[in-house]
């Protein structure tokens, strides 16, 4: 039967843009496939090289770290200090 393939062929056509929503990952919280990489970061000067890559989900805001291709970790990122005023000693 020649038809399967065809539709066998629309079928992968019409899946494959939801791919990356499918490998999407599991935010280790709310269970959400909302985890979104951030970035990868190489430690300088470490040896074994270590990096850490960073995530966040975006249906509980909470923000992840994993160092290597170990476990996921809750992390808080830096908090940005509002600037001190600094009065200047006369
Ligand atoms: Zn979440």
Same mark, same amino acid.
């Given at each position: 039967m020649k038809d399967?393939?065809?539709i066998f062929a629309l079928l992968a056509v019409l899946v494959s843009p939801?791919?990356?929503?499918?490998?999407k990952s599991k935010c280790p919280?709310?269970? !959400? &496939?909302k985890l979104e990489?951030?970035?990868s970061v190489h430690v300088d000067g470490a040896k074994p090289?270590?990096?850490?890559t960073y995530y966040k989900c975006h249906?509980?805001?909470t923000s992840f770290r994993? !160092? &290597?291709s170990g476990k996921l970790e809750s992390f808080e990122?830096?908090?940005?200090?509002?600037?001190?005023?600094?009065?200047?000693s006369l």
């Open positions: 399967w393939y065809m939801l791919f990356p929503i499918l490998l919280r709310c269970a !959400k &496939r990489h951030l970035e090289s270590e990096f850490f249906a509980c805001e994993q !160092k &290597r990122p830096p908090v940005q200090e509002p600037e001190r005023v600094l009065t200047p």
